[in-house]
């Protein structure tokens, strides 16, 4: 059974903001972040109580070779 992962807005909009540094960078640096946060919300929708509650019902997963996390809840909605 998979299940949602729905990401807010302002998380898009940060995403596309260090894609674009990232390309700066590095071309195809920005796409490799992308291919690690889709492997995180494919984890995410596979098990999304994989991660640690780390304060009250929020959890966090760590992004492969990347400085970010991505905090979430989970939701029986």
């Known amino acids: 059974m998979s299940y949602l992962v729905r990401i807010r807005p ?3 909009r940060d995403v596309r903001d260090a894609v674009s540094w990232y390309e700066e960078q590095r071309p195809g640096l ?5 291919i690690e946060l ?11 109580r994989l991660y640690t509650d780390i304060r009250r019902g929020i959890r966090r ?9 991505v905090f979430y ?3 029986d909605t």
């Open 61 to 69: 997963a760590i992004v492969r070779r990347f400085p970010y996390g």
């Open 30 to 34: 920005g796409r490799e972040l992308i």
């Open 38 to 48: 889709d492997a995180v919300y494919e984890r995410l929708a596979e098990n999304p």
């Open 10 to 12: 302002e998380a898009e």
């Open 73 to 75: 809840l989970v939701t």
